[in-house]
């Protein structure tokens, strides 16, 4: 069993940056893959990035490129999810996701183990 805890949400302004944090427990996380999706009020939940097992593929939501990146420390059981240049329309709360697979998913059923979320709010 993987637990998720993830941390590094806030509230920014427009333009800002935050970096949040997946931490994994007990077991090592080294071969999950691992994604970060976000739910907006109202909305369903979504994919935003995934990374393999090894760090060396990553995926991205085509409205993040060139904005968010997505990395691990496999060492320290750790994702990470860099979000530069935030925009209001960034504003949701963010899961970390893992699956004992070292190949990424970009759907929801494809994971399974989840965080509990963590709340980014980005103001204009």
């Known amino acids: 069993q993987v637990q998720l805890v993830e941390s590094g949400g806030g509230l920014v302004q427009a333009g800002g940056s935050l970096r949040l944090s997946c931490a994994a427990s007990p077991r090592t996380f080294r071969g999950y893959a691992a994604g970060w999706f976000r739910q907006a009020p109202g909305k369903e939940r979504e994919f935003v990035a995934g990374?393999?097992?090894?760090?060396?593929?990553?995926y991205y939501k085509e409205s993040v490129k060139g904005r968010f990146t997505i990395s691990r420390d496999n060492a320290n059981n750790t994702v990470y999810l860099q979000m530069n240049s935030l925009k209001p329309e960034d504003t949701a709360l963010y899961y970390c996701?893992?699956?004992?697979?070292?190949?990424?998913?970009?759907?929801?059923?494809?994971?399974?183990?989840w965080g509990q979320g963590t709340q980014v709010t980005v103001s204009s």
């Open positions: 990374i393999g097992g090894s760090g060396t593929t990553t």
């Open positions: 996701a893992a699956r004992g697979l070292p190949w990424f998913g970009r759907t929801m059923p494809e994971y399974d183990y």
